[in-house]
């Protein structure tokens, strides 16, 4: 196992749930018509507030997913870097919608939440989340410390 894989993918865990945060809230409201309320669908399954359902979801984001990934999936997961980042995405996002939203009561695959456009809009994200988390986790630490010395001022 490549140990200095981890620091990457808790990075791309930052970057990748940064993204899928933004397009969640900001994005899918053009889609749907509303936000898509991770923290308020993660907090009814904890009891607790809006603020524990979002901590939820940026633990998973950040820490728990990336390091899930990185230790064990990386080396099982056939493909490019950005490959196995989407197949885990598509993983993460089946999750969502066979346990994770039948435990909310929106059925499985959204049947009776958001319907076909709410199923879409949770997999652009989760494609999102896994590209940008794969193709950070991959590079090479040469690689991404040259990205990171291109780009500081």
């Not at 945060?21 to 018509?33: I, N, R, S």
């Not at 969502?96 to 997999?123: D, H, P, R, S, W």
Request: aromatic share 10%; hydrophobic share 60%.
């Amino acid at each position: 196992m490549d140990f200095n894989r981890i620091p990457r993918a808790l990075l791309a865990g930052l970057v990748a749930t940064a993204a899928m945060t933004f397009m969640a809230y900001f994005v899918a409201p053009v889609m749907l018509g509303h936000p898509m309320d991770i923290a308020h669908m993660l907090s009814g399954l904890a009891g607790g507030s809006w603020a524990i359902g979002m901590l939820m979801h940026l633990m998973n984001g950040i820490v728990v997913f990336p390091l899930i990934y990185s230790i064990v999936l990386y080396r099982f997961l056939p493909g490019a870097p950005w490959l196995k980042g989407i197949l885990w995405g598509v993983v993460l996002w089946l999750g969502l919608e066979i346990v994770i939203l039948a435990m909310t009561g929106a059925g499985e695959f959204n049947t009776n939440g958001g319907g076909a456009k709410a199923l879409m809009a949770a997999l652009v994200v989760h494609l999102i989340y896994g590209v940008l988390l794969g193709t950070i986790t991959g590079q090479s630490g040469r690689v991404a410390a040259a990205g990171l010395k291109e780009h500081t001022i």
